[in-house]
């Protein structure tokens, strides 16, 4: 899960934040195990920081990073827990509409190579036309349509909720 309001541990290296996630992985042997060793995850970290376009930054503190910068690290984060389910809130708040389509790219592009799954909160729906293969609409709560993107953009009860008339 990432969160509406960056969640990263700002004093410390790019590099250990993503390891300090990937470490919290519980192996094979149970957690307890993890307590008496500590995983190898450097080549993931890596890898990582390298898709998200941060393994330039590995060495600099957390907090340095520009605001598009640390939302990516807090994905970053999230993914080094190899998780299938990404919960990803509203994940280009505060971005430039130049980072939003990179980041909306990335998001996409990451979450096919690894076979995710992506449960997206987002309030932007260029972001979330370009990320999502099916598209579930709430008003006030209720689920008023559910389809495609391409769908979703021309549903009448979409149209009416959030381009007019809606209460």
């Keep these: 899960k990432t969160f509406q309001i960056t969640n990263i541990f700002p004093e410390i290296s790019v590099f250990d934040n993503v390891r300090v996630a990937a470490q919290s992985r519980a192996p094979e042997e149970g957690r307890l195990g993890a307590l008496w060793r500590v995983a190898d995850v450097g080549a993931e970290v890596t890898a990582l920081l390298t898709a998200f376009n941060l393994a330039g930054r590995a060495d600099e503190r957390a907090h340095n990073l520009s605001h598009g910068e640390q939302r990516y690290l807090e994905i970053c984060l999230a993914l080094a827990t190899r998780p299938r389910l990404l919960l990803p809130d509203d994940p280009t708040a505060g971005m430039t509409p130049g980072d939003t389509r990179a980041a909306t790219e990335l998001i996409r592009r990451v979450a096919a190579e690894r076979g995710l799954t992506v449960l997206l909160i987002e309030h932007d ?43």
């Design 125 to 167: 729906m260029s972001v979330v036309m370009g990320i999502s293969n099916r598209v579930a609409v709430l008003h006030f709560g209720e689920k008023i349509a559910e389809g495609t993107p391409e769908a979703i953009r021309s549903d009448p009860r979409v149209i009416e909720a959030y381009l007019g008339g809606a209460d």
